[in-house]
């Protein structure tokens, strides 16, 4: 199974708002075993989106969007989407009544035009009601192809996206990914010439070629970050994998180990 994000709205190209959503979403799909080869990020245009649809689905099973799902003219997400698929947009009764309540809740009690927008979905979809907006989450599926439409602020995209999981993402895979960080000493506290990636990465030699669990180094201002990560049936299964790597990594680096500890962000 190969996902691939696209992340939908002018305001992420023009840097007004850090892309967040990707970054949570990109560590919940390693956790669950499931690969994820590029991101996306696209403005609020229908004809753009649908470009960018296109290519997506030609080299990724399961598309996950976020953001274009709120009630304006500029909300073009699910329209993009329904027509890719060749589905057209159909009043949900039960997604009205949801908007209604909480516009309610909030103090206002006629529910405008663009308001209404967010009861239509695309027909034969999956609609996921949001516990904290009003844009629901949407799964559409064709074939071996799956797009997942989730709404753009942060709160609620996690909020979606954990039923998105109930519902179908976890059923697509059958392993997980488990991580196991370790943090070599700073600056402060060894010679820069034995700190830096470069010999750090010397030191392992052939164990940054193993295939699973995989062997990666990253340089932090504070020092270097070594990650080695394990595929397996299940969390178990997949920290056997990565214990004796670790063993032999300790081993090699000696006194040069500041913490070890399993990746959980």
């Known amino acids: 199974m190969v996902a691939e994000i696209?992340?939908?709205?002018?305001?992420?190209?023009?840097?007004?708002?850090?892309?967040?959503?990707?970054?949570?979403?990109?560590?919940?799909?390693?956790?669950?075993?499931?690969?994820?080869?590029?991101?996306?990020?696209?403005?609020?245009?229908?004809?753009?989106?649908?470009?960018?649809l296109e290519v997506a689905l030609k080299r990724s099973d399961m598309i996950i969007m976020t953001g274009g799902l709120g009630p304006t003219k500029d909300d073009l997400t699910k329209e993009a989407a329904a027509s890719f698929f060749g589905k057209k947009l159909v009043f949900d009764q039960r997604q009205y009544d949801h908007v209604k309540e909480k516009l309610e809740s909030y103090g206002i009690y006629e529910m405008a035009d663009s308001q209404k927008k967010q009861a239509m979905v695309p027909e034969d979809s999956i609609v996921i009601t949001n516990p904290v907006g009003l844009a629901p989450g949407l799964i559409m599926a064709q074939g071996e192809k799956a797009i997942i439409m989730l709404p753009g602020p942060p709160k609620e995209m996690k909020a979606v996206f954990a039923e998105c999981c109930s519902l179908f993402i976890n059923k697509l895979s059958n392993q997980v990914f488990v991580s196991i960080n370790i943090k070599i000493k700073g600056p402060d506290e060894m010679p820069l010439g034995e700190i830096g990636e470069g010999p750090v990465a010397d030191q392992l030699g052939d164990l940054l070629d193993s295939a699973n669990p995989t062997v990666a180094t990253y340089a932090k201002e504070d020092g270097v970050l070594i990650r080695v990560t394990a595929s397996g049936a299940d969390r178990e299964q997949a920290l056997v994998a990565i214990k004796p790597v670790v063993t032999r990594i300790a081993e090699i680096l000696k006194n040069k180990i500041a913490w070890v500890k399993e990746d959980t962000d």
């Open 6 to 52: 696209i992340c939908v709205g002018t305001e992420l190209l023009l840097g007004n708002i850090v892309n967040t959503n990707a970054q949570y979403i990109s560590k919940e799909m390693a956790r669950r075993g499931i690969d994820l080869f590029y991101h996306t990020v696209v403005g609020d245009n229908k004809d753009r989106v649908k470009e960018v």
